[in-house]
């Protein structure tokens, strides 16, 4: 059976995943496979008012790791050539920075606020936009070079 987690509750759950309290955190938008969150969905501005450019944030620990190790491995720059160069990528990434616009109409740019055409800025956030609104293939793609999306010997959350 299925727990489900007050806002409260999965707003200390995010901050045991990030180490912090979340800036900006409306609510969980993706869980992974052990009920714990996996993708948070962001206010457009924090509580001093700063504006903050991703809605959607990657906050499971197993996927931040290995998104992390994608990016270190060059990932940031081969997907931004890849979606430079291949026109399906090209308007996959180029819908999905119109439907960031609709959701933040008030804050410039696409996702995580990315003003240069064709340059990802960070694959977290990508990653992230995948999860969170299905069908973004750009981001299917980032998330098919992990091994796994989700740990297989159980949720890498702490209670």
């Known amino acids: 059976m299925r727990r489900y987690f007050s806002r409260i509750e999965d707003e200390a759950v995010v901050a045991r995943q990030l180490g912090r309290p979340p800036r900006a955190f409306r609510r969980v938008a993706v869980r992974c496979p052990y009920g714990r969150p996996a993708v948070t969905e962001q206010w457009s501005r924090d509580a001093a008012g700063e504006p903050f450019p991703t809605t959607y944030y990657l906050t499971c620990p197993y996927l931040v790791a290995a998104i992390a190790r994608l990016e270190a491995a060059g990932g940031v720059e081969r997907w931004s050539k890849r979606a430079r160069e291949d026109p399906h990528l090209q308007m996959s990434l180029e819908r999905a920075n119109a439907e960031q616009q609709e959701l933040r109409p008030e ?48 949720c890498c959350t702490a209670v």
């Open 107 to 154: 804050l410039p740019g696409g996702i995580a606020g990315s003003r240069r055409f064709g340059s990802l800025k960070c694959l977290h956030a990508h990653a992230a936009f995948a999860l969170a609104r299905h069908g973004y293939e750009l981001g299917e793609g980032i998330l098919g070079e992990l091994e796994s999306r989700w740990p297989e010997s159980g």
